[in-house]
């Protein structure tokens, strides 16, 4: 893909940078941007002054404001990067792309299909940079696994599964994680949401031709299993309202199938965070490594740990998101895949809805 840059942008050597929301992971977004040698993180949004406060002394970033609007009027802003609750994404990602600015969202890209594309509608007709931070399959262990698969180590990909699962991790009961007019879904939106990229990234494949997924809320409607992530306010009186454990049966376009499961809390002696996948030559595990293939005999099996091979992309997905805008490296999250995703995301939550497979 080539990008194709505001002409006003084309000649800038450094890339002036606003982060919106300073809560956990707003902090790691401008920390992450600092660490590219020609991004400058100038300008910070966040409603709370004292966390926004915080966070601009402790990076030294030199604007603060309680009103992302007046960072996205600012002209010498070139890239915003989103750090919000996940309902927040795509209106105030849509504001930016209007404002011509290119623009990273964490992840989930919306909380609905219909919005995620007119995010990557807008990001095509304003030329700039749309990324969903998609951190995942960024890894030394998922770009060594994607290399492996594309010379062929593992012969033809036909299923995977894939997981991110805790036994006592909800991102703290009360908070805006845990409502769905704010968060838009729970474990699937939170975490489902990475073990799936990461998996589809590895088969190739974002278009699902049908999806079957249940989801449940046992632990958190009996504050239970709670986890300590997050910086937002807790009101301990809201309704838990999303789900805690989910699953899905994927079937993509090409007819390979995917087995998902997400759980915030579940009763597990251990949480799991992996994927496997399954080729007609062999089969890996991200992120212990494990590649088993037939032995000599080609009757039996073996395992073995594939070492690690160098990385296809800057794992710092800021600094890459820099990268890309320069024409130093291709964008490696397409807008497109990550649009893909939340409708899968979506058909989960509404074949758990109405009992029935979705078809796409
Ligand atoms: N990629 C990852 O690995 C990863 C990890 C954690 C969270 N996330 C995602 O990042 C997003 C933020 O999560 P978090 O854990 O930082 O949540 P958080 O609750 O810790 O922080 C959200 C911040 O946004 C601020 N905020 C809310 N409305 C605002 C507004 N209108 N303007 C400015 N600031 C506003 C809140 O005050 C809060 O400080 C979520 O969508 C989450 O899914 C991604």
């Known amino acids: 893909m080539t990008l194709k840059l505001r002409a006003s942008m084309s000649a800038q050597q450094t890339y002036n940078v606003a982060v919106i929301g300073a809560g956990a992971i707003g902090l790691n977004h401008i920390e992450s941007f600092q660490k590219h040698p020609d991004a400058s993180v100038v300008a910070l949004a966040e ?10 002394d402790k990076f030294n970033v030199p604007e603060l404001v309680t009103d992302y609007k007046q960072l996205l009027a600012r002209d010498d802003i070139h890239v915003v990067s989103i750090a919000l609750p996940n309902y927040l994404h795509a209106p105030v990602a849509l504001e930016a ?3 011509g600015k290119n623009v990273m969202i964490d992840k989930p ?4 299909a219909t919005d995620a594309a007119k995010l990557v509608e807008e990001a095509k007709k304003q030329g700039v940079l749309l990324m969903v931070g998609q951190n995942n399959r960024m890894t030394p262990q998922v770009q060594t696994a994607k290399q492996m698969i594309e010379r062929g180590d593992l012969g033809d990909l036909y299923h995977a599964k894939t997981a991110m699962t805790r036994p006592s991790g909800i991102p703290r009961i009360g ?9 838009g879904g729970g474990s699937i939106y939170d975490i489902g949401v990475h073990a799936l990229d990461r998996c589809l990234y590895l088969m190739g494949e974002f278009e699902a031709s049908s999806v079957s997924g249940q989801t449940y809320s046992q632990f958190g409607p009996r504050g239970i299993g709670d986890g300590n992530w997050g910086k937002g306010e807790i009101d301990p009186n809201k309704p838990f309202d999303v789900d805690d454990l989910a699953i899905a049966l994927i079937k993509l376009k090409s007819g390979r199938t995917v087995l998902l499961e997400a759980s ?4 597990m002696e251990h949480g799991a965070d992996f994927t496997q996948v399954f080729g007609t030559d062999g089969g890996l595990i991200v992120p212990s490594m494990k590649f088993t293939h037939a032995d000599e005999s ?19 997905r800021m600094a890459h998101f820099i990268d890309a805008l320069q024409g130093t490296a291709e964008p490696f999250i397409k807008p497109e895949e990550s649009l ?7 058909a989960i939550y509404e074949s ?3 009992g029935a497979e979705i078809r796409l």
């Open 298 to 316: 080609g009757q039996g099996q073996v395992t073995e740990e594939a070492p690690l091979l160098p990385t296809l992309v800057n794992p710092n």
């Open 47 to 56: 409603v709370s002054p004292e966390r926004g406060r915080e966070a601009a």
């Open 175 to 183: 908070s805006w994680f845990t409502q769905t007019k704010f968060a």
């Open 97 to 99: 792309l209007q404002a």
């Open 340 to 346: 893909a995703l939340q409708r899968i995301l979506d």
């Open 264 to 267: 915030w809390a579940a009763y």
């Open 352 to 354: 758990a809805r109405t």
């Open 109 to 112: 890209m919306a909380t609905n």
